[in-house]
């Protein structure tokens, strides 16, 4: 690497690393250290931009996120909510988009997190309560009792996207609460009860595999014996049955299914995540990341929201993507470029072992983070999909904190959080890899 480009990523931590400290609250990280950004301590927000603390190994960084989880367990709903945010300040618990589910989501991946960098199983046992109940909570989002999580639309960390019902993100993340929750009661013990969904994380881990991965099936009987399993466990198997012709395989998972229909686009923090917590076995890991990078995905830097974006007139479009300008074509959540997710990216380069690219996408990320509208080095929150210029909030904390994962990443090899999921992966999630009924073009099981 050249001295410029190590003097360039040099800045780039530092300058993240500032932001960040200045995040910090008595009540966990704020989202944006500007006030006109995004002043409360977010659930999604907080844990994402923990995880940036932990790749940074700061002390203060990561008793912040400590006060994050902590802040989130006191403003628990009495029917297991964590809410979406929390003013430190006042105390206002947000109502715009309160039933986020993915709020519970990282929750309880913030919490495994903690556990994993600090083994202080004391302070696990006083928040266990909360995070049983957090899990209870997900399951209630099950309304069909398949396994999955039902999200309605527009209910996750994409608040203005018509993504719905059987989600992606949601559900990925589901898998890896479910497996970060079995972990924790294993050290909780016998000194309290932990609640046990109906299906476990190898459950959820099969059924995402089954209805959201559509591949090549070069054997009649292995495609009714895929729709019959998807019908046994009351997945929404006539989606697939009846547009096979058009859907016979795509290179990345669906990033929604819903009642005879779906999203056909790539979602790129669905994917990646997919990925980094071993849903995607080595088959579709590579289908996913070749994909994206021929498509250009990060660039002109990483990384868009969805490939490609939803036009006006087409079937998914929604007018209400015109409020503010906020999702026109190539803007926020449809394909704007996200710094957040341009971390995850050089993440998964790094697990899958692609050195070479994940380093060049290091430069290019830490170019993003140097992008401003009014100073350089703004973290803004996200870019235009096609001409790169910032158009969200700047000093974001987690733009800031995924870039350092991202470095720490390229510089280590060690994922926080993900390392520890991996290797909890069950057994059984492993054995269904290695029994898929579809057979691909190269003659091999998925």
Same mark, same amino acid.
């Given at each position: 690497?050249s001295n410029?480009?190590?003097?360039l990523?040099?800045?780039?931590?530092a300058?993240?690393l500032?932001?960040l400290?200045?995040?910090?609250?008595?009540?966990?990280?704020?989202a944006s250290?500007l006030?006109?950004?995004?002043?409360?301590?977010?659930?999604?927000?907080?844990?994402l931009t923990?995880l940036?603390?932990?790749?940074?190994n700061?002390a203060?960084?990561?008793a912040?996120g400590?006060?994050s989880l902590?802040?989130?367990?006191?403003?628990?709903?009495a029917?297991?909510?964590?809410q979406?945010?929390?003013?430190?300040?006042t105390?206002?618990?947000?109502?715009?988009?309160?039933?986020?589910?993915?709020g519970?989501?990282?929750?309880i991946l913030?919490?495994?997190?903690?556990?994993?960098?600090?083994?202080d199983?004391d302070?696990?046992?006083?928040?266990?309560p909360?995070?049983d109940k957090?899990?209870?909570?997900?399951?209630y989002q099950?309304?069909?009792?398949?396994g999955?999580l039902?999200i309605?639309?527009?209910?996750n960390?994409?608040d203005l996207?018509?993504?719905?019902?059987?989600i992606?993100y949601?559900?990925i993340?589901?898998?890896?609460?479910?497996?970060?929750?079995?972990e924790?009661a294993k050290?909780?013990?016998?000194?309290a009860s932990?609640?046990?969904?109906?299906?476990?994380?190898?459950?959820?881990?099969?059924?995402?595999n089954?209805?959201m991965w559509?591949?090549r099936?070069?054997v009649?009987t292995?495609?009714a014996?895929?729709?019959?399993?998807l019908?046994?466990?009351?997945l929404?198997?006539?989606?697939?049955y009846?547009?096979?012709g058009?859907?016979?395989?795509?290179?990345?998972?669906?990033?929604?299914?819903?009642?005879r229909?779906?999203?056909?686009?790539c979602d790129?923090?669905?994917?990646l995540?997919?990925i980094l917590?071993g849903?995607?076995?080595?088959?579709?890991?590579e289908?996913?990341l070749?994909?994206m990078?021929q498509?250009?995905m990060?660039?002109?830097?990483?990384t868009?929201?969805?490939?490609p974006?939803?036009?006006?007139?087409?079937?998914?479009w929604?007018?209400?993507?015109?409020?503010?300008?906020?999702?026109?074509?190539h803007?926020?959540?449809?394909?704007?470029i996200?710094?957040l997710?341009?971390?995850?990216?050089?993440?998964?380069?790094?697990?899958?072992?692609?050195y070479?690219?994940?380093?060049?996408m290091l +430069?290019?990320? #830490?170019e993003a983070?140097?992008?401003?509208?009014?100073?350089?080095? @703004? $973290?803004n929150?996200?870019?235009? &999909?096609?001409?790169?210029?910032?158009?969200?909030?700047?000093?974001?904390?987690?733009s800031?904190?995924?870039?350092?994962?991202?470095d720490?990443?390229?510089h280590?090899?060690?994922?926080?959080?993900?390392d520890? +999921?991996l290797? #909890?992966?069950?057994?059984?999630a492993v054995?269904?890899?290695n029994? @898929? $009924?579809?057979?691909?073009?190269? &003659?091999?099981?998925?």
């Amino acid at each position: 690497m050249s001295n410029q480009n190590r003097s360039l990523l040099n800045e780039a931590r530092a300058r993240a690393l500032d932001i960040l400290h200045q995040c910090i609250t008595p009540n966990g990280f704020r989202a944006s250290a500007l006030t006109a950004g995004y002043p409360q301590v977010w659930a999604r927000d907080s844990v994402l931009t923990f995880l940036g603390g932990a790749a940074a190994n700061d002390a203060e960084l990561m008793a912040a996120g400590r006060a994050s989880l902590e802040t989130m367990s006191r403003f628990q709903s009495a029917r297991g909510l964590i809410q979406l945010n929390v003013n430190p300040d006042t105390g206002h618990v947000s109502t715009e988009n309160a039933g986020a589910a993915d709020g519970n989501l990282w929750y309880i991946l913030g919490q495994f997190l903690h556990y994993q960098l600090s083994g202080d199983r004391d302070f696990l046992l006083t928040q266990w309560p909360v995070i049983d109940k957090a899990l209870m909570w997900l399951e209630y989002q099950d309304m069909n009792e398949c396994g999955l999580l039902e999200i309605p639309e527009a209910g996750n960390w994409m608040d203005l996207l018509a993504v719905r019902y059987n989600i992606l993100y949601d559900n990925i993340l589901y898998y890896a609460a479910l497996l970060a929750h079995e972990e924790l009661a294993k050290v909780v013990g016998t000194e309290a009860s932990a609640y046990r969904t109906a299906v476990d994380a190898a459950g959820v881990h099969e059924r995402i595999n089954l209805l959201m991965w559509i591949d090549r099936c070069w054997v009649a009987t292995h495609f009714a014996d895929h729709l019959e399993r998807l019908k046994t466990i009351r997945l929404e198997w006539f989606m697939l049955y009846h547009n096979m012709g058009t859907i016979s395989s795509r290179p990345f998972y669906l990033p929604w299914v819903a009642f005879r229909e779906y999203g056909d686009w790539c979602d790129s923090m669905g994917n990646l995540l997919a990925i980094l917590t071993g849903v995607a076995d080595g088959h579709r890991t590579e289908h996913i990341l070749r994909f994206m990078r021929q498509v250009g995905m990060a660039e002109p830097y990483p990384t868009k929201a969805i490939y490609p974006p939803i036009y006006p007139g087409e079937s998914h479009w929604r007018e209400y993507y015109r409020s503010r300008n906020l999702n026109l074509p190539h803007h926020y959540h449809n394909g704007g470029i996200w710094p957040l997710i341009g971390g995850l990216h050089v993440a998964t380069l790094v697990r899958h072992g692609w050195y070479g690219d994940a380093e060049a996408m290091l +430069l290019s990320l #830490a170019e993003a983070n140097r992008q401003g509208v009014n100073y350089e080095w @703004e $973290f803004n929150e996200w870019l235009h &999909g096609e001409r790169g210029h910032p158009m969200g909030y700047a000093q974001q904390a987690w733009s800031a904190a995924m870039y350092l994962y991202a470095d720490n990443a390229v510089h280590t090899g060690k994922l926080p959080l993900f390392d520890e +999921l991996l290797a #909890a992966k069950p057994a059984q999630a492993v054995a269904t890899e290695n029994n @898929e $009924f579809f057979v691909h073009a190269g &003659g091999g099981p998925v």
